[in-house]
């Protein structure tokens, strides 16, 4: 099966187009599929994101306020795309090329270099509730974490930190240690400063 150019008829295979991608014509017209491929829509505390190679930071602020945010760094458009598309994500990016490349119809485009400008950005657009979900994912690799008994936290932890500290999470991919502390009074001052409540 093949895709034909509206404006000069030359044809293309119909695989250059998986996922939405759109090509550019010998002629120059923008050649892709019409049918524009969008992710079931979910209701706004259950959307998760995929942000593109430029958002990393974003993409760490997002999973503090606890939304499920994939990222990858050296990740590819095609690859981004396809992933995104599969498992129903919201594409964030800040390559204004990439909705014109690829045809998806679920994406945010995103305005500001500041990561936390870009995250009051994201919040306002899809409406989250950023301020129920705080630190229930782990910043580095995006999994929910799991409570951790104190005792258990104490062997791993310097004994400054165990000191006098009664809730623990552990990251069950990584094996990261997670505590309320100095660290996360800060973000959560700066996300109220920039998202406003508490």
């Given amino acids: 099966m093949s895709i034909p150019c509206p404006?000069?008829?030359?044809?293309?295979?119909?695989?250059?187009?998986?996922?939405?991608?759109?090509?550019h014509c010998t002629c120059g017209t923008r050649v892709g599929l019409e049918v524009k491929l969008a992710?079931?829509?979910?209701?706004?505390?259950?959307?998760?994101?995929?942000?593109?190679?430029?958002?990393g930071r974003l993409a760490r602020w997002?999973?503090?306020?606890?939304?499920?945010?994939?990222?990858?760094?050296?990740?590819?458009?095609?690859?981004?795309?396809r992933r995104a598309v599969e498992e129903r994500r919201t594409i964030l990016t800040r390559d204004r090329g990439l909705p014109v490349e690829w045809w998806v119809d679920d994406?945010?485009?995103?305005?500001?270099?500041?990561?936390?400008?870009?995250?009051?950005?994201?919040?306002?657009?899809?409406?989250?509730?950023w301020s129920g979900r705080l630190f229930m994912r782990c910043l580095v690799c995006n999994t929910p974490l799991e409570e951790m008994a104190p005792e258990q936290a104490r062997i791993q932890v310097p004994p400054?930190?165990?000191?006098?500290?009664k809730s623990f999470?552990?990251?069950?991919?990584?094996?990261?240690?997670?505590?309320?502390g100095?660290?996360?009074?800060?973000?959560?001052?700066?996300?109220?400063?920039?998202?406003g409540g508490s």
């Fill in 7 to 23: 404006n000069c008829g030359r044809e293309y295979d119909v695989t250059l187009f998986q996922f939405g991608r759109s090509i």
């Fill in 39 to 55: 992710p079931r829509r979910r209701a706004r505390d259950e959307r998760s994101f995929f942000a593109d190679a430029m958002l």
């Fill in 62 to 81: 997002l999973r503090a306020v606890g939304y499920d945010t994939a990222y990858d760094a050296r990740i590819e458009d095609v690859e981004l795309v």
């Fill in 107 to 129: 994406y945010l485009l995103v305005e500001s270099e500041t990561p936390l400008e870009q995250l009051a950005q994201v919040v306002r657009h899809f409406g989250l509730d």
């Fill in 160 to 165: 400054r930190i165990a000191e006098g500290r």
């Fill in 169 to 180: 999470a552990r990251c069950p991919s990584c094996g990261r240690i997670y505590w309320e």
């Fill in 182 to 195: 100095s660290h996360t009074a800060r973000m959560r001052r700066r996300l109220e400063r920039t998202l």
